[in-house]
């Protein structure tokens, strides 16, 4: 996923660009996003029926998610993906791969003609849906600041499976004593 995020709050740092401030909402440039574009690529895995992780990155190639891939999926497991070019050396990695292709209309598919579509990268797309609904009342996040959002916005996700367990580990965590500096 994309998300626009500029400079929020930080002028400097637009000045340190090289352009102009922009007056009016924040607009990223078409097509794939990067950092420097304003357009920030957010990298989502998430286990069906599971947690989610998600990382802001400067870019997307398959150098940039490949030691993150590595680190938070097990060799061996079933991915699903779209069509995007990015995930084509998943098997090279270890990986079986699935993917839809959307650019065809094809967004679940059942390759074993169980009636059950097994093939959709839907959970993702649900979750992509839900972190753009809490995103827009902020109107504009700053790309320094946008890790902190994507970070609590995961933690609340993968919490909401512990149920009433939520607000006393909320707690323990605000209430628990500092480590001094």
């Known amino acids: 996923m994309y998300i626009v995020a500029g400079h929020k709050g930080y002028p400097k740092s637009v000045v340190e660009k090289g352009r102009q401030g922009r007056r009016r909402r924040l607009k990223g440039a078409r097509g794939r996003g990067t950092a420097d574009k304003d357009k920030p690529p957010v990298l989502g895995i998430i286990k069906r029926n599971g947690e989610v992780f998600v990382q802001m990155l400067n870019n997307v190639q398959q150098e940039s998610i490949k030691p993150i891939i590595e680190a938070n999926v097990k060799k061996g497991s079933l991915v699903y993906s ?5 995930y084509d050396r998943l098997e090279e990695w270890g990986y079986k791969h699935e993917r839809v292709c959307h650019a ?4 679940a598919r059942d390759d074993d003609g ?13 979750f992509w849906s839900l972190l753009r609904s809490w995103l827009r009342p ?5 790309q320094e600041r946008l890790p ?11 919490a909401r499976t512990r149920g009433c367990a939520l607000l006393p580990t909320l ?7 500092r480590n001094p500096p």
Do not use: A, Q
């Open 104 to 107: 065809k209309k094809e967004y």
């Open 171 to 177: 707690l323990r965590i605000l209430l628990s004593p």
């Open 148 to 158: 902190l959002y994507l970070g609590f916005f995961e933690y609340v996700h993968n």
């Open 114 to 126: 169980d009636g059950f579509c097994e093939v959709h990268v839907n959970t993702i797309e649900g």
């Open 138 to 142: 902020h109107r504009g996040i700053s």
């Open 82 to 86: 779209d069509e995007y070019c990015i």
